[in-house]
């Protein structure tokens, strides 16, 4: 058996970085990398702007009454609306995000005036109160405040996430395009003639005895869409090699690699790595890693840098084992590693966290790898976790319900038999912490 770091370190040794692709913004997907720094081509704003709905004036003119001589909104240009640069006793109104007319140098806010004619639906006159009284530049934004041009927007090796932050400042650098790493696409499967397919709403029937439903791949699909990824859904595969084989070959013409659950174990028909091996041409690169669960992970290289991940059939490690090996595999592919740092902490990250719940028992044999939720927890100012289920059987997928995290526990000896509350334990982090 392979011990789990050499495990990873030989799956990140044998796939590289996609090219970088060119994308409009409207391509630009969560999860995915940049890959060059996107630099300003303009300022932002290209004018200096009202912060605020006002009046602009000139700063030095103090509180007074004084002639309204025109309107900016957002969209039209001082000149259109204000005739030529403001004179003294002048003010204009303006919107926010509206222009600033030549001549004017601060805004007063609606709040602090007070109208005192009109003209029909223009208003002629306003009183600027006391508490109007600004100085130059006051509620202005000046031109570039927000993007200078020739600065960098958003910097190589940026990730794109879903909070809107980075696709809004690519929206405003003035670029139609912008180099991305590719994601890869990835296709899934599950096996076995006992697999009632879930995604197939004519097989959501009765269940026959000795059948099971298919978690896997609809957990799967779910996983690889949290990381921004292309997948290729290839459903259930009976327990045939040649269906087998043909559809992997299939899969590998249009994807990256193949993510199957299932087969990979010592049972008569566990086809897998046979099919791997002697049908498709590829090599496999581990069978058995020394972990709990997924003892029975492997990992296959085929041709033109493509791999399969043959993931052991308990739903809970089909899981274990994605979010240590495939998940890793998948953010170096799509350019994580742009953005610096050690590999194994950049592509499989995790922090140290204090363990809170009922003694945790260390296995002799191998190391465990247990579902958990860690919580900041704002009083105690610190990490914690806590295991998401009592009962943490490789079958039990309920184990992995709330799960954010995977304690890491070492192998157990007669010197350290046991994790007990209030210990320091290392927590894989497989999606965002809670607070508390």
């Known amino acids: 058996m392979v011990p789990v770091n050499e495990a990873l370190k030989l799956v990140l040794s044998h796939v590289a970085e996609l090219p970088a692709v060119e994308l409009p913004l409207q391509d630009v997907r969560e ?86 004619e009109s003209r029909g639906n223009e208003e002629a006159v306003v009183k600027i109160l006391e508490s109007g009284r600004v100085v130059p530049g006051q509620h202005i934004r000046a031109v570039g405040h927000d993007m200078r041009k020739g600065s ?16 809004g400042a690519l929206a405003i650098s003035g670029h139609a395009k912008f180099l991305v790493h590719a994601m890869p696409r990835i296709a899934v ?44 859904d290839l459903g ?15 899969a590998l013409s249009t994807c990256q ?26 090599k496999i690169i581990f069978g058995r890693v020394a972990m709990k669960p997924s003892k029975p992970t492997t990992f296959a290289t085929m041709s033109e840098g493509k791999f399969v991940f043959a993931l052991p059939g308990n739903p809970v490690s089909a899981l274990v084992a994605f979010h240590m090996f495939a998940a890793p595999a998948i953010r170096k592919l799509a350019g994580h590693l742009t953005r610096g740092g050690e590999e194994i902490s950049v592509l499989r990250p995790s922090i140290t966290a204090v363990f809170e719940g009922q003694d945790l028992i260390l296995d002799r044999v191998r190391p465990e790898y247990l579902r958990a939720a860690v919580v900041w927890d704002q009083r ?40 007990r509350s209030g210990e320091s334990v290392t927590a894989i982090m497989i999606a965002a912490p809670h607070i508390h």
């Open 236 to 250: 259930v595969v009976k327990d045939d090699p040649d269906s087998l084989a043909d559809i992997m070959t299939r």
């Open 380 to 419: 105690k100012s610190k990490w914690l976790v806590r295991v998401t289920d009592q009962h943490q059987q490789s079958s039990r997928v309920a184990s992995m319900l709330h799960a954010n995290a995977l304690i890491s526990l070492p192998r157990g000896s007669e010197q350290k038999p046991r994790v």
């Open 152 to 167: 960098v927007v958003v910097s190589a090796g940026s990730p794109i996430t879903a909070v809107g932050g980075e696709i």
């Open 31 to 116: 999860g995915q990398i940049i890959a060059a720094d996107v630099v300003a081509r303009e300022d932002v704003p290209g004018y200096p702007a009202a912060v605020m709905d006002g009046y602009a004036v000139i700063a030095a003119d103090g509180p007074g009454t004084f002639t309204v001589r025109g309107a900016t909104t957002a969209g039209r240009t001082a000149a259109d609306s204000s005739g030529g640069p403001l004179r003294p006793g002048e003010v204009v109104r303006v919107a926010t995000g509206a222009p600033i007319p030549p001549g004017a140098d601060a805004v007063v806010m609606v709040e602090d005036t007070q109208l005192l």
């Open 189 to 232: 499967l599950s096996t076995g003639d006992e697999v009632v397919d879930t995604l197939n709403p004519a097989s959501q029937s009765r269940l026959e005895y000795g059948a099971i439903r298919d978690c896997n791949r609809p957990a799967l699909l779910a996983a690889l869409a949290s990381l921004g990824c292309p997948t290729l």
């Open 257 to 282: 690699g193949i993510i199957s659950t299932g087969g990979v174990s010592m049972g008569e028909k566990d086809w897998l790595k046979p099919v791997v091996e002697q049908r498709l041409s590829g």
